[in-house]
């Protein structure tokens, strides 16, 4: 096996449309919207993340659809209730389908929305395992995962290499539910093969516009930040977070993350987002922070911004406050850093709950400027 877990990962995708599984005339946009996300994502799409009509099956098992406005990616998930811990893990189970081949070889991850109601385990988690395997006896399969499951809706990944070869239409991600008597909640699952991460550059096009500064900012100094946005993190009670596809705006790498906040809090950073900056920052140094964002809504909307450590007391600088129209804008920050920070230890963090309100930031772009550096506005 040669599975690899990853918590905590910062891209979100909406789901399109819960569909039933029945047929519906909604089925050709449907397949233009999956391809635009197809193209947004890394790899190749193997699923079809808008339906959650999945197979289930287990003596005592039960399931049934919830919707909910907090519910990341889509507002909707399957809760299952098990009865009981298994002897094994797959006594119990839901199936995935995966409508495209898998050749041995293939590098595959699997992303869900996941989180525990209740749970008899031990440390109080839900537990379940994650496998992808063919649906047909004997069941061959590889990336075998066991996965703890918090309170907390979260984004899982699971990335692991192809060790069989699975036909179009015979494949499926087995989730195994009898780790413990438990209830827990499944949401929007993406399957991608030919990539490590959800988070990994995209191919094509996408990839190439990641990598490359806009235009407004070449030349005006060196690239401190990675592109992709694999390493963003986020944090923020009662906010959502999604991931949008948007191969239409130069400068977001062909996607876009959507902070919703319900409310104000008590401080802007209640709610956050950190972008991680991988290169050393030496007190004086002279740096260029530009966000490429807009307001979601119809009205202008607010995002703190500071450049800071990565670590409590989480010290930092260039503390500011930016103001977002509702089309794409870059806004630019020059600054100088106070402190001296680590490589690999400081980070933009982007504030979000100033006000009830929605923001899509396209891209962050730290550059380090020479001491005699202008920056245009």
Do not use: C
């Not at 929305?113 to 496998?131: E, F, N, Q």
């Amino acid at each position: 096996m040669n599975g690899r877990l990853r918590i905590g990962s910062l891209l979100r995708w909406v789901i399109l449309a819960m569909l039933p599984a029945a047929a519906s005339p909604a089925a050709a946009p449907r397949d233009a919207q999956l391809q635009a996300l197809d193209d947004a994502l890394p790899g190749t799409l193997i699923n079809d993340p808008t339906r959650l009509d999945w197979p289930s099956f287990g003596t005592g098992l039960t399931s049934q659809p919830v919707r909910d406005d907090t519910i990341p990616g889509g507002k909707a998930a399957i809760r299952f209730a098990v009865p009981r811990a298994g002897a094994t893990l797959y006594e119990t189970g839901a199936s995935v389908p995966l409508s495209m081949a898998i050749a041995a070889g293939d590098d595959i991850v699997v992303a869900f929305y996941a989180r525990t109601l209740d749970s008899d385990a031990p440390s109080g988690k839900g537990v379940i395992g994650v496998r992808v395997q063919l649906n047909e006896p004997p069941y061959p399969g590889f990336g075998d995962s066991t996965i703890s499951l918090g309170s907390n809706w979260q984004l899982y990944e699971m990335a692991t290499k192809a060790t069989v070869a699975i036909p179009a239409g015979k494949g499926v991600v087995g989730f195994q539910l009898s780790g413990a008597r438990q209830t827990i909640e499944i949401g929007q699952t993406i399957v991608l093969a030919g990539t490590t991460s959800l988070g990994a550059a995209p191919a094509g096009p996408a990839a190439a516009s990641a990598a490359q500064l806009l235009p407004q900012l070449v030349g005006k100094g060196q690239l401190l930040n990675r592109l992709d946005k694999a390493g963003w993190t986020f944090a923020g009670a009662g906010a959502t977070q999604e991931i949008l596809p948007t191969p239409s705006i130069p400068g977001t790498g062909g996607t876009a993350m959507r902070v919703t906040t319900p409310a104000a809090g008590a401080n802007a950073y209640d709610v956050v987002t950190t972008v991680p900056i991988d290169a050393a920052i030496r007190e004086g140094d002279i740096l260029l922070v530009a966000v490429l964002a807009r307001s979601a809504g119809e009205r202008a909307a607010s995002l703190g911004i500071r450049v800071q450590a990565n670590e409590p007391p989480y010290p930092g600088f260039a503390e500011n406050m930016l103001s977002l129209a509702p089309t794409w804008r870059l806004l630019q920050l020059r600054t100088q850093a106070r402190m001296d920070i680590a490589a690999g230890k400081a980070a933009v963090a982007l504030h979000f709950a100033t006000a009830a309100q929605s923001i899509d930031v396209g891209q962050v772009f730290v550059l380090k400027q020479p001491p005699a550096g202008e920056v245009g506005q």
